[in-house]
């Protein structure tokens, strides 16, 4: 049987509720007026009257944590190592085929639940 996917990924929006607060996203929108300037610092000679309307790109800055809404944490998350000193896997490493079938895990080699 093919194994189906359901995403419960939520948005990343400013001011997103997380844990600790440190953690919460901050997004600052910066609109096209704003971005005209900020193109002059980009392309020196260029000015408003060079952009159609003086108008330049828009721009979204994004303050995030990789705790910020949906995800999943890998190993090196808790430790640099595991299993015995082995290296711990990084979520680029982490096989998708693990998700959701361990319950608890051995944190520094002592059983336990995480």
């Given at each position: ?102 319950r ?6 002592q059983?336990?639940?995480?």
């Amino acid at each position: 049987m093919p194994r189906r996917f359901i995403d419960l990924s939520i948005a990343i929006e400013s001011g997103l509720p997380s844990d600790p607060p440190l953690m919460i996203p901050r997004i600052t929108y910066m609109d096209h007026a704003m971005g005209a300037q900020t193109m002059e610092l980009f392309y020196p000679g260029l000015t408003g009257k060079d952009l159609p309307g003086g108008l330049g790109w828009a721009v979204e800055h994004l303050e995030v944590s990789s705790h910020a809404g949906t995800h999943m944490d890998a190993p090196w998350h808790f430790h640099p190592t595991q299993d015995n000193g082995k290296p711990a896997l990084t979520i680029d490493q982490f096989p998708l085929e693990w998700s959701g079938k361990r319950r608890g895990g051995r944190l520094h080699g002592q059983a336990g639940r995480l």
